[in-house]
Protein backbone atom coordinates (compact mmCIF):
# COMPACT_ATOMS: atom_id res chain seq x y z
CA UNK A 1 0.00 0.00 0.00
CA UNK A 2 1.02 3.20 -0.92
CA UNK A 3 0.97 5.86 1.54
CA UNK A 4 1.15 10.02 0.53
CA UNK A 5 2.57 12.31 2.41
CA UNK A 6 1.82 15.75 2.60
CA UNK A 7 -1.47 18.07 2.80
CA UNK A 8 -3.64 20.58 0.89
CA UNK A 9 -2.02 23.69 1.34
CA UNK A 10 -3.14 27.74 0.47
CA UNK A 11 -0.60 27.68 -2.10
CA UNK A 12 -1.05 24.37 -3.92
CA UNK A 13 -4.95 24.69 -4.12
CA UNK A 14 -5.10 28.23 -5.35
CA UNK A 15 -6.68 28.66 -8.91
CA UNK A 16 -3.66 29.41 -11.49
CA UNK A 17 -3.11 31.38 -14.53
CA UNK A 18 -4.10 27.90 -16.49
CA UNK A 19 -8.18 27.32 -14.21
CA UNK A 20 -9.52 29.72 -16.97
CA UNK A 21 -12.55 27.21 -18.55
CA UNK A 22 -12.11 24.88 -15.41
CA UNK A 23 -14.84 26.68 -13.08
CA UNK A 24 -14.67 24.18 -10.38
CA UNK A 25 -10.90 25.35 -9.93
CA UNK A 26 -11.16 29.31 -10.95
CA UNK A 27 -14.47 29.39 -8.47
CA UNK A 28 -12.79 27.92 -5.50
CA UNK A 29 -12.72 29.54 -2.31
CA UNK A 30 -10.85 29.51 0.84
CA UNK A 31 -12.10 26.92 3.40
CA UNK A 32 -10.75 28.86 6.90
CA UNK A 33 -7.94 31.43 7.02
CA UNK A 34 -4.62 30.25 6.07
CA UNK A 35 -6.08 27.15 4.99
CA UNK A 36 -6.21 25.09 1.72
CA UNK A 37 -9.37 26.23 -1.07
CA UNK A 38 -12.04 24.25 -2.49
CA UNK A 39 -13.98 24.14 -5.37
CA UNK A 40 -17.83 25.23 -4.42
CA UNK A 41 -18.90 21.49 -5.58
CA UNK A 42 -17.53 18.81 -3.16
CA UNK A 43 -17.63 14.76 -4.75
CA UNK A 44 -19.73 13.13 -1.76
CA UNK A 45 -19.12 9.75 -1.54
CA UNK A 46 -21.42 7.71 0.22
CA UNK A 47 -22.86 5.67 -2.02
CA UNK A 48 -19.30 4.91 -3.72
CA UNK A 49 -17.36 1.90 -3.30
CA UNK A 50 -15.39 -1.16 -5.25
CA UNK A 51 -18.12 -3.35 -5.66
CA UNK A 52 -20.84 -3.49 -8.52
CA UNK A 53 -23.83 -2.58 -6.27
CA UNK A 54 -22.21 0.64 -5.23
CA UNK A 55 -21.52 1.91 -8.65
CA UNK A 56 -18.37 0.20 -9.52
CA UNK A 57 -16.18 1.13 -11.46
CA UNK A 58 -18.55 4.00 -12.96
CA UNK A 59 -18.20 6.19 -9.41
CA UNK A 60 -14.45 5.61 -10.45
CA UNK A 61 -14.82 7.27 -12.98
CA UNK A 62 -16.72 9.76 -11.82
CA UNK A 63 -14.39 10.78 -9.03
CA UNK A 64 -11.42 10.55 -11.65
CA UNK A 65 -13.70 12.66 -13.95
CA UNK A 66 -14.17 15.27 -11.17
CA UNK A 67 -10.80 15.38 -9.83
CA UNK A 68 -9.37 16.17 -13.84
CA UNK A 69 -12.11 18.71 -14.01
CA UNK A 70 -10.61 20.56 -11.10
CA UNK A 71 -12.84 19.30 -7.99
CA UNK A 72 -10.46 19.03 -4.60
CA UNK A 73 -12.39 18.72 -2.74
CA UNK A 74 -13.69 14.86 -1.57
CA UNK A 75 -16.06 13.89 1.19
CA UNK A 76 -15.83 10.55 2.81
CA UNK A 77 -16.53 8.70 5.91
CA UNK A 78 -15.57 4.95 7.47
CA UNK A 79 -18.59 3.60 7.02
CA UNK A 80 -19.24 5.00 3.56
CA UNK A 81 -20.06 2.07 1.38
CA UNK A 82 -18.62 -0.40 3.84
CA UNK A 83 -15.66 1.16 4.75
CA UNK A 84 -15.06 1.17 0.59
CA UNK A 85 -15.44 4.49 -0.35
CA UNK A 86 -11.92 5.34 1.39
CA UNK A 87 -10.41 2.58 -0.25
CA UNK A 88 -12.06 3.32 -3.40
CA UNK A 89 -10.58 7.29 -2.94
CA UNK A 90 -7.31 5.84 -1.83
CA UNK A 91 -7.02 4.05 -4.95
CA UNK A 92 -8.21 7.16 -7.38
CA UNK A 93 -5.65 8.97 -5.73
CA UNK A 94 -2.74 7.01 -5.93
CA UNK A 95 -3.36 6.17 -9.45
CA UNK A 96 -3.36 9.94 -10.24
CA UNK A 97 -0.91 11.38 -8.53
CA UNK A 98 0.99 8.50 -10.31
CA UNK A 99 0.20 9.60 -13.52
CA UNK A 100 0.85 13.41 -12.41
CA UNK A 101 -2.54 14.48 -13.08
CA UNK A 102 -2.69 15.51 -9.18
CA UNK A 103 -0.70 16.27 -6.36
CA UNK A 104 -1.23 15.36 -3.10
CA UNK A 105 -1.43 19.22 -2.26
CA UNK A 106 -3.73 19.98 -4.53
CA UNK A 107 -7.01 18.02 -2.68
CA UNK A 108 -8.79 18.27 0.12
CA UNK A 109 -9.67 14.96 1.37
CA UNK A 110 -12.31 14.98 4.19
CA UNK A 111 -13.32 12.13 6.31
CA UNK A 112 -15.22 11.16 9.84
CA UNK A 113 -15.23 9.12 12.74
CA UNK A 114 -18.63 8.27 14.79
CA UNK A 115 -20.59 5.37 13.16
CA UNK A 116 -20.11 1.58 14.14
CA UNK A 117 -21.07 -0.18 11.40
CA UNK A 118 -19.90 -3.19 9.02
CA UNK A 119 -16.03 -4.32 10.03
CA UNK A 120 -16.43 -1.63 12.30
CA UNK A 121 -19.27 -3.46 14.87
CA UNK A 122 -17.28 -7.04 14.30
CA UNK A 123 -14.00 -5.43 15.76
CA UNK A 124 -16.12 -3.37 18.65
CA UNK A 125 -18.43 -6.20 19.09
CA UNK A 126 -14.88 -9.08 19.61
CA UNK A 127 -13.38 -6.22 21.73
CA UNK A 128 -16.31 -6.30 24.03
CA UNK A 129 -16.29 -10.09 24.47
CA UNK A 130 -12.47 -9.82 25.23
CA UNK A 131 -13.40 -7.17 27.91
CA UNK A 132 -12.10 -4.07 26.20
CA UNK A 133 -14.81 -2.87 24.34
CA UNK A 134 -15.24 1.09 23.27
CA UNK A 135 -16.25 3.43 25.87
CA UNK A 136 -19.83 5.12 25.80
CA UNK A 137 -20.69 3.15 22.80
CA UNK A 138 -24.51 4.19 22.11
CA UNK A 139 -26.46 1.54 20.52
CA UNK A 140 -29.19 1.36 18.41
CA UNK A 141 -29.64 -2.08 17.59
CA UNK A 142 -27.02 -5.29 16.32
CA UNK A 143 -25.62 -3.25 13.23
CA UNK A 144 -25.37 0.76 13.97
CA UNK A 145 -23.33 1.57 17.47
CA UNK A 146 -22.33 4.89 17.54
CA UNK A 147 -18.97 6.52 19.37
CA UNK A 148 -16.62 9.45 19.68
CA UNK A 149 -15.05 8.56 22.81
CA UNK A 150 -11.11 9.70 22.62
CA UNK A 151 -10.17 6.19 22.01
CA UNK A 152 -12.28 5.18 19.59
CA UNK A 153 -10.77 8.36 17.63
CA UNK A 154 -7.21 7.36 18.35
CA UNK A 155 -8.16 3.62 16.64
CA UNK A 156 -10.57 4.82 13.93
CA UNK A 157 -8.13 7.53 12.51
CA UNK A 158 -5.31 4.57 11.69
CA UNK A 159 -7.92 2.79 9.86
CA UNK A 160 -9.15 5.37 7.56
CA UNK A 161 -5.56 6.78 6.99
CA UNK A 162 -4.25 3.47 5.97
CA UNK A 163 -7.68 3.18 3.94
CA UNK A 164 -6.85 6.12 1.95
CA UNK A 165 -3.25 5.73 1.70
CA UNK A 166 -2.28 9.09 3.19
CA UNK A 167 0.06 10.17 6.56
CA UNK A 168 -2.82 13.21 6.68
CA UNK A 169 -6.49 13.89 6.43
CA UNK A 170 -7.09 17.19 5.51
CA UNK A 171 -10.53 17.82 7.51
CA UNK A 172 -11.53 15.39 10.21
CA UNK A 173 -15.22 15.38 11.26
CA UNK A 174 -17.37 14.13 14.50
CA UNK A 175 -19.58 11.93 12.32
CA UNK A 176 -23.33 12.92 13.49
CA UNK A 177 -22.46 13.11 16.92
CA UNK A 178 -26.13 13.89 17.69
CA UNK A 179 -26.54 10.38 18.06
CA UNK A 180 -25.02 10.30 21.62
CA UNK A 181 -28.12 12.85 22.26
CA UNK A 182 -30.45 11.05 20.66
CA UNK A 183 -29.41 7.87 22.89
CA UNK A 184 -30.15 10.49 26.22
CA UNK A 185 -33.49 10.79 25.28
CA UNK A 186 -34.58 7.12 24.72
CA UNK A 187 -33.18 6.69 28.06
CA UNK A 188 -35.25 9.18 29.59
CA UNK A 189 -32.71 11.64 30.72
CA UNK A 190 -34.07 15.50 30.84
CA UNK A 191 -32.75 17.54 28.35
CA UNK A 192 -30.78 19.31 29.70
CA UNK A 193 -28.66 17.23 31.53
CA UNK A 194 -28.04 15.36 28.23
CA UNK A 195 -26.68 18.72 26.62
CA UNK A 196 -24.39 19.39 29.54
CA UNK A 197 -23.04 15.99 29.08
CA UNK A 198 -23.08 15.77 25.67
CA UNK A 199 -20.71 18.89 25.42
CA UNK A 200 -18.48 18.05 28.16
CA UNK A 201 -17.76 14.52 26.18
CA UNK A 202 -17.53 16.38 22.97
CA UNK A 203 -15.09 18.30 24.46
CA UNK A 204 -12.96 15.29 25.27
CA UNK A 205 -13.21 14.07 21.62
CA UNK A 206 -12.07 18.00 20.53
CA UNK A 207 -8.66 17.34 22.49
CA UNK A 208 -8.15 13.89 21.35
CA UNK A 209 -8.83 15.62 17.72
CA UNK A 210 -6.28 18.61 18.94
CA UNK A 211 -3.26 15.89 19.63
CA UNK A 212 -4.10 13.76 16.46
CA UNK A 213 -3.17 17.82 14.85
CA UNK A 214 -0.17 17.55 16.50
CA UNK A 215 0.99 14.27 15.60
CA UNK A 216 0.31 15.79 11.96
CA UNK A 217 -2.60 12.80 11.47
CA UNK A 218 -5.12 15.64 10.55
CA UNK A 219 -4.43 19.17 9.65
CA UNK A 220 -8.20 20.43 10.96
CA UNK A 221 -11.30 18.93 12.21
CA UNK A 222 -15.19 20.05 12.36
CA UNK A 223 -18.36 18.32 13.31
CA UNK A 224 -21.11 16.71 10.64
CA UNK A 225 -24.24 17.09 11.70
CA UNK A 226 -27.73 16.58 10.45
CA UNK A 227 -28.68 18.85 14.02
CA UNK A 228 -26.30 21.46 13.42
CA UNK A 229 -28.87 24.61 12.92
CA UNK A 230 -32.30 22.66 14.40
CA UNK A 231 -33.89 25.08 16.15
CA UNK A 232 -32.53 25.24 19.84
CA UNK A 233 -36.00 23.49 21.39
CA UNK A 234 -35.43 20.15 19.70
CA UNK A 235 -33.91 17.83 22.32
CA UNK A 236 -30.91 16.60 19.83
CA UNK A 237 -30.17 19.73 18.11
CA UNK A 238 -26.59 20.81 18.47
CA UNK A 239 -25.74 24.94 18.70
CA UNK A 240 -22.39 25.83 16.44
CA UNK A 241 -22.10 28.85 18.67
CA UNK A 242 -21.58 26.24 21.60
CA UNK A 243 -19.63 23.73 19.84
CA UNK A 244 -17.31 26.91 18.75
CA UNK A 245 -16.94 28.36 22.27
CA UNK A 246 -16.03 25.11 23.40
CA UNK A 247 -12.69 24.34 20.73
CA UNK A 248 -11.90 27.90 21.72
CA UNK A 249 -11.99 27.24 25.44
CA UNK A 250 -9.46 24.36 24.37
CA UNK A 251 -6.99 26.70 23.00
CA UNK A 252 -7.39 30.04 21.14
CA UNK A 253 -5.21 28.47 18.35
CA UNK A 254 -7.43 25.42 18.19
CA UNK A 255 -8.00 23.56 14.49
CA UNK A 256 -11.98 23.35 14.81
CA UNK A 257 -12.29 24.52 11.27
CA UNK A 258 -15.16 23.22 9.25
CA UNK A 259 -18.74 22.69 9.84
CA UNK A 260 -20.72 19.71 7.65
CA UNK A 261 -24.80 19.66 7.77
CA UNK A 262 -27.75 18.85 5.46
CA UNK A 263 -28.98 21.89 3.28
CA UNK A 264 -31.35 22.12 0.30
CA UNK A 265 -34.32 23.88 -0.90
CA UNK A 266 -36.88 22.48 1.71
CA UNK A 267 -34.24 22.32 4.58
CA UNK A 268 -33.34 25.58 4.94
CA UNK A 269 -33.41 26.31 9.00
CA UNK A 270 -29.05 26.75 8.66
CA UNK A 271 -29.87 29.86 6.45
CA UNK A 272 -33.28 31.25 8.15
CA UNK A 273 -33.26 29.97 11.71
CA UNK A 274 -31.86 32.43 14.10
CA UNK A 275 -29.50 30.38 16.47
CA UNK A 276 -29.88 31.03 20.58
CA UNK A 277 -32.80 33.50 19.56
CA UNK A 278 -29.52 36.16 19.35
CA UNK A 279 -30.75 36.94 15.66
CA UNK A 280 -27.51 35.11 14.02
CA UNK A 281 -28.13 31.81 11.89
CA UNK A 282 -25.78 29.23 11.94
CA UNK A 283 -24.60 30.30 8.39
CA UNK A 284 -23.96 33.74 9.55
CA UNK A 285 -22.05 32.62 12.33
CA UNK A 286 -20.01 30.35 10.37
CA UNK A 287 -19.18 32.98 8.09
CA UNK A 288 -18.31 35.39 10.81
CA UNK A 289 -16.30 33.38 12.72
CA UNK A 290 -13.79 31.83 9.83
CA UNK A 291 -15.51 28.23 10.04
CA UNK A 292 -15.78 26.52 6.25
CA UNK A 293 -19.36 25.26 5.57
CA UNK A 294 -19.98 22.33 3.64
CA UNK A 295 -23.23 21.29 3.12
CA UNK A 296 -24.75 17.97 2.23
CA UNK A 297 -27.92 16.28 0.84
CA UNK A 298 -28.62 19.22 -2.04
CA UNK A 299 -30.86 16.87 -4.12
CA UNK A 300 -32.11 14.43 -1.36
CA UNK A 301 -34.54 16.52 0.54
CA UNK A 302 -36.15 14.94 4.02
CA UNK A 303 -39.76 16.36 3.99
CA UNK A 304 -42.44 14.72 6.37
CA UNK A 305 -40.42 11.51 7.03
CA UNK A 306 -40.11 11.22 3.38
CA UNK A 307 -37.56 12.20 0.67
CA UNK A 308 -38.01 14.64 -2.71
CA UNK A 309 -35.95 14.21 -5.08
CA UNK A 310 -34.55 17.89 -6.36
CA UNK A 311 -32.91 16.43 -9.75
CA UNK A 312 -34.89 15.78 -13.33
CA UNK A 313 -34.26 11.75 -13.53
CA UNK A 314 -31.87 10.87 -15.65
CA UNK A 315 -33.58 7.39 -16.85
CA UNK A 316 -32.56 6.22 -20.58
CA UNK A 317 -35.03 5.39 -22.86
CA UNK A 318 -33.97 1.58 -23.18
CA UNK A 319 -34.13 1.56 -18.98
CA UNK A 320 -37.88 3.06 -19.41
CA UNK A 321 -38.77 0.28 -21.30
CA UNK A 322 -38.11 -2.12 -18.83
CA UNK A 323 -40.33 -0.46 -16.31
CA UNK A 324 -43.38 -1.41 -14.65
CA UNK A 325 -46.35 0.53 -14.96
CA UNK A 326 -46.00 1.37 -11.39
CA UNK A 327 -42.84 2.71 -11.94
CA UNK A 328 -43.61 4.45 -14.72
CA UNK A 329 -46.16 6.54 -13.06
CA UNK A 330 -43.82 7.33 -10.21
CA UNK A 331 -40.73 8.30 -13.18
CA UNK A 332 -43.87 10.46 -14.88
CA UNK A 333 -44.64 12.61 -11.62
CA UNK A 334 -41.18 12.79 -10.80
CA UNK A 335 -40.58 14.44 -14.13
CA UNK A 336 -43.61 16.46 -13.49
CA UNK A 337 -42.74 18.07 -10.32
CA UNK A 338 -38.69 18.09 -11.69
CA UNK A 339 -40.65 20.67 -14.56
CA UNK A 340 -43.28 22.64 -11.77
CA UNK A 341 -39.74 23.16 -10.15
CA UNK A 342 -37.63 24.25 -12.84
CA UNK A 343 -40.17 26.75 -13.93
CA UNK A 344 -40.87 28.38 -10.24
CA UNK A 345 -36.63 28.73 -10.07
CA UNK A 346 -36.89 30.11 -13.54
CA UNK A 347 -39.24 33.01 -12.68
CA UNK A 348 -37.46 33.76 -9.40
CA UNK A 349 -34.43 33.99 -11.36
CA UNK A 350 -35.57 35.74 -14.48
CA UNK A 351 -33.49 39.10 -13.95
CA UNK A 352 -30.69 36.77 -13.70
CA UNK A 353 -28.99 36.13 -17.31
CA UNK A 354 -27.94 33.15 -17.76
CA UNK A 355 -30.13 30.22 -16.04
CA UNK A 356 -33.09 30.23 -18.89
CA UNK A 357 -31.83 26.66 -19.65
CA UNK A 358 -30.91 25.66 -16.40
CA UNK A 359 -31.83 21.76 -15.08
CA UNK A 360 -33.60 21.70 -11.65
CA UNK A 361 -30.09 20.21 -10.02
CA UNK A 362 -28.07 23.33 -11.67
CA UNK A 363 -30.53 25.77 -10.01
CA UNK A 364 -30.49 23.90 -6.91
CA UNK A 365 -26.65 24.00 -6.89
CA UNK A 366 -26.26 27.74 -7.86
CA UNK A 367 -28.61 28.59 -5.28
CA UNK A 368 -27.06 26.51 -2.49
CA UNK A 369 -23.22 27.76 -3.72
CA UNK A 370 -23.32 31.46 -3.89
CA UNK A 371 -25.12 31.57 -0.77
CA UNK A 372 -23.46 33.54 1.87
CA UNK A 373 -21.30 31.87 4.54
CA UNK A 374 -21.11 28.46 1.95
CA UNK A 375 -18.00 27.33 0.96
CA UNK A 376 -18.46 24.11 -0.73
CA UNK A 377 -21.73 22.24 -1.94
CA UNK A 378 -21.05 18.40 -1.49
CA UNK A 379 -23.27 16.39 -3.92
CA UNK A 380 -23.02 12.65 -4.61
CA UNK A 381 -22.00 12.91 -7.88
CA UNK A 382 -21.27 9.47 -8.46
CA UNK A 383 -21.67 8.99 -12.57
CA UNK A 384 -19.99 11.16 -14.86
CA UNK A 385 -23.14 12.63 -16.38
CA UNK A 386 -23.38 14.09 -12.63
CA UNK A 387 -20.27 15.73 -12.78
CA UNK A 388 -21.07 16.90 -16.22
CA UNK A 389 -24.44 18.59 -14.62
CA UNK A 390 -23.11 20.32 -11.58
CA UNK A 391 -20.35 21.68 -13.63
CA UNK A 392 -23.18 23.76 -15.83
CA UNK A 393 -24.43 24.93 -12.72
CA UNK A 394 -20.74 26.62 -12.01
CA UNK A 395 -20.29 28.10 -15.55
CA UNK A 396 -23.47 30.15 -15.13
CA UNK A 397 -23.13 33.30 -13.66
CA UNK A 398 -22.56 33.92 -9.62
CA UNK A 399 -25.85 34.69 -7.94
CA UNK A 400 -25.51 37.92 -5.72
CA UNK A 401 -28.65 37.21 -4.24
CA UNK A 402 -28.72 33.90 -3.61
CA UNK A 403 -30.19 34.61 -0.12
CA UNK A 404 -33.34 36.52 -1.63
CA UNK A 405 -33.42 33.83 -4.33
CA UNK A 406 -33.43 30.98 -2.35
CA UNK A 407 -35.83 32.30 0.57
CA UNK A 408 -38.23 33.37 -2.58
CA UNK A 409 -37.91 29.91 -3.74
CA UNK A 410 -38.75 28.37 -0.06
CA UNK A 411 -41.72 30.72 0.24
CA UNK A 412 -43.05 29.38 -3.00
CA UNK A 413 -42.82 25.54 -2.76
CA UNK A 414 -46.45 24.34 -1.90
CA UNK A 415 -44.17 21.59 0.19
CA UNK A 416 -43.31 24.83 2.44
CA UNK A 417 -47.48 25.35 3.74
N1 LIG B 1 -24.11 13.34 8.14
C1 LIG B 1 -23.25 13.43 7.15
O1 LIG B 1 -22.08 13.59 7.37
C2 LIG B 1 -23.74 13.36 5.74
C3 LIG B 1 -25.08 13.10 5.47
C4 LIG B 1 -25.48 13.05 4.14
C5 LIG B 1 -24.56 13.28 3.13
N2 LIG B 1 -23.24 13.52 3.42
C6 LIG B 1 -22.24 13.79 2.35
O2 LIG B 1 -22.83 14.62 1.37
C7 LIG B 1 -22.81 13.97 0.10
C8 LIG B 1 -24.02 14.36 -0.71
O3 LIG B 1 -25.19 13.84 -0.15
P1 LIG B 1 -25.97 12.61 -0.81
O4 LIG B 1 -25.03 11.86 -1.69
O5 LIG B 1 -26.61 11.87 0.30
O6 LIG B 1 -27.13 13.29 -1.58
P2 LIG B 1 -27.23 14.29 -2.86
O7 LIG B 1 -25.93 14.92 -3.20
O8 LIG B 1 -28.35 15.17 -2.51
O9 LIG B 1 -27.57 13.31 -4.05
C9 LIG B 1 -28.66 12.43 -3.96
C10 LIG B 1 -28.76 11.62 -5.21
O10 LIG B 1 -29.08 12.47 -6.30
C11 LIG B 1 -28.60 11.88 -7.50
N3 LIG B 1 -27.78 12.91 -8.18
C12 LIG B 1 -26.59 13.42 -7.79
N4 LIG B 1 -26.17 14.36 -8.64
C13 LIG B 1 -27.13 14.47 -9.58
C14 LIG B 1 -27.26 15.28 -10.75
N5 LIG B 1 -26.36 16.18 -11.08
N6 LIG B 1 -28.38 15.13 -11.48
C15 LIG B 1 -29.32 14.22 -11.15
N7 LIG B 1 -29.24 13.41 -10.06
C16 LIG B 1 -28.15 13.55 -9.29
C17 LIG B 1 -27.80 10.65 -7.12
O11 LIG B 1 -28.72 9.55 -7.26
P3 LIG B 1 -28.31 8.03 -7.54
O12 LIG B 1 -27.37 7.66 -6.43
O13 LIG B 1 -29.62 7.33 -7.46
O14 LIG B 1 -27.67 7.96 -8.87
C18 LIG B 1 -27.48 10.92 -5.67
O15 LIG B 1 -27.25 9.76 -4.92
C19 LIG B 1 -22.72 12.48 0.45
O16 LIG B 1 -22.29 11.71 -0.63
C20 LIG B 1 -21.78 12.54 1.62
O17 LIG B 1 -20.45 12.70 1.17
C21 LIG B 1 -22.84 13.59 4.71
Not at 166 to 171: N, Q, S
Not at 373 to 384: F, N, P
Request: with cysteine.
Amino acid sequence: MTFHNGFATFQATKPSNYSLGRVFESRRRLLYKEGPHVSPVGFGSYRVGMSKHLGYPECAQALESALKKGINLIDTSSNYGYGQSEMLIGKTLTKLIQEGVIRRENIVVVSKVGYIQASNIELAKSKELQGNGFFEVSKFGEEIWHCIHPDFIFDQINRSLSRLGLETIDVYLLHNPEYMLKKFELEGMDVLNAKKLFYSRLKESFMALESLVLEGKIKAYGVSSNNLGAPDDEYASISIRTVHEIAKSISENHHFKVAQFPMNWLEVSPAFYDIDGTGESTLSYAQKNDIGVMLNRPFNAMFNDGLIRLSRPQVKKEEVEKLDEGMRLGLANWTKLATDLESLARDQLADVPGYDDATLSQFVVSTLAWYPGVTSVLCGIRKEVYVEDVEQALVRPALHRAREHLYRIYENLEFST
